[in-house]
């Protein structure tokens, strides 16, 4: 197993540190190359965001920078002491007004939030949100946010990995189909004036070979596929052979999106062009939040995209986006389909089809229609069925159960197992036919199959 590498970011610009960078054996300050090489200077007598000099503070307190209104946290700053203002480094040489390489038809000036009606509300270089201050200009309305004027991509690039001929960038809002990734494009990609090429800025620097946790070979990028049918690897959706993807050498019919194969959760980061590939790269790289974790048994059948019975569309594992479970009604992690508002939570996601239970001799099914008559009620706690969850039921008895009183609160728990919780020792017990425990929170008794038992020290 391997573990997922921590992301550091530079103490003193705050970029993200992935490969070399420096680092302090006793403390936890590390520093990227560029920023060790010219290091900011610790006083700067006369900036051009602000009318006081500023004075470099190494205390890594959460702040808000002056200039772009962002938070931060764990980095160094610049700090104006005649008036309490602190400023992100890379802010601190930012004027309120600039020339810009992608519009060098007017100035910028900086704007707050207040005045954003005068944009069109995202940035024309990497079309994200424009935040709490940005620079605009008001004759051509053009507006770009701080990270892109502080970190401006090149107008013109000759990057052979991702064409043979030179890229320029075109600064405007357009439409077109990137040939590096197959995904739509809206605004600014670099295209070739010698070719029908576009590609989103983004999709530039694309690892060449990389290894990935959902196949057991190294995957490499390609410029486009042999003609054919082809289905992603990841999200086992179309794969539209015209454009760019990653493909196996080994397996000839394996292929995955662009954007599938550099997710976070699916590639370790490292690119390994020029690497040799030894017997430990053949195993896929192992993703985990955590040093040690338990896993429930069905939880490690279940796959990033699944097709349940419940609905027609594929479900994806999705951890940014939240909508009531089809099943049970609340929001947590959830595998969503792409095509409609369906979504599962993962704990219904493994729920078991069928099962039994003492209280019926019968096998129980999972029942996925709603309850659109509002008039069954569990045989086990005698308590109406909500008309929108799912639940059990006894075809040879007609009769109902809430999930919960089937399974109990603590099915997932190991029977025998004790666990410490404060001043508590919980040791989870399988009850037996005919038993009603007494609950020690809301004093009701409930035929579940497992409980909680307080082992009194």
């Known amino acids: 197993m391997l573990e997922w590498p921590e ?27 560029a920023c060790a090489k010219n290091p900011p200077p610790n006083v700067i007598e006369f900036p051009k965001a602000h009318e006081h000099s500023l004075v470099i503070a190494k205390d890594l307190s959460d702040f808000k920078c002056g200039f772009c209104g962002e938070e931060d946290h764990l980095r160094y700053r610049y700090r104006c002491y005649l008036c309490i203002l602190e400023f992100e480094i890379r802010c601190s040489m930012l004027s309120l007004e600039i020339d810009y390489p992608y519009h060098p038809k007017h100035p910028l000036k900086f704007l707050t939030k207040e005045e954003q009606h005068f944009s069109h509300g995202k940035c024309r270089i990497c079309g994200k949100e424009l935040r709490w201050k940005f620079y605009h200009c008001s004759i051509c309305k053009f507006s770009v946010d701080v990270d892109c004027v502080r970190d401006p991509s090149p107008l013109a690039i000759l990057f052979p990995k991702a064409h043979e001929h030179q890229l320029s960038v075109t600064p405007r809002k357009i439409s077109f189909d990137c040939d590096a990734c197959g995904m739509a494009g809206h605004r600014s990609p670099y295209s070739c004036q010698q070719c029908d090429f576009m590609i989103h800025q983004s999709c530039i620097d694309l690892p060449e070979i990389i290894n990935v946790n959902r196949h057991e070979h190294r995957l490499s990028r390609c410029l486009h596929l042999s ?38 959760d699916v590639w370790d980061k490292l690119e390994l062009k020029g690497i040799p590939e030894e017997p430990q790269d053949m195993e896929p790289f192992k993703y985990t939040d955590f040093q040690y974790f338990s896993i429930d048994v069905k939880c490690t059948t ?15 594992y999705n951890i940014g986006k939240f909508i009531e479970c089809a099943s049970c009604n609340s929001s947590k992690y959830q595998f969503l389909s792409d095509d409609c508002s369906f979504g599962l939570d993962t704990r219904c996601v493994a729920l078991p089809k069928a099962t039994q239970h003492w209280y019926d001799e019968h096998l129980l099914f999972l029942c996925y229609e709603k309850n659109k008559r509002g008039e069954c009620w569990c045989d086990i706690c005698e308590e109406q069925i909500g008309t929108m969850i799912w639940f059990y039921t006894c075809d040879s008895c007609c009769v109902t159960f809430h999930i919960e009183c089937v399974l109990g609160d603590f099915s997932r728990f190991m029977p025998g197992r004790i666990v410490k919780f404060e001043e508590w020792r919980i040791k989870t017990m399988q009850t037996s036919p005919g038993f009603l425990p007494r609950c020690y929170v809301c004093h009701t ?3 579940v199959p497992f409980v909680l038992n307080n082992l009194i020290t």
């Open 302 to 316: 279940i796959s990033e995209s699944i097709i349940h019975e419940s609905h027609p569309c594929t479900l994806y």
């Open 445 to 447: 008794r409930r035929a």
């Open 227 to 264: 003609p054919g049918s082809w289905i992603c690897g990841f999200c086992h959706k179309k794969v539209d052979w015209s454009y760019g993807a990653y493909s196996c050498s080994i397996c000839p019919n394996y292929a995955i999106h662009s954007k599938c194969a550099i997710r976070d």
């Open 7 to 33: 992301v550091k970011r530079c103490k003193l610009c705050g970029e993200k540190l992935f490969y070399m960078f420096y680092h302090c054996s006793i403390c936890d300050f590390v520093v990227d190359t």
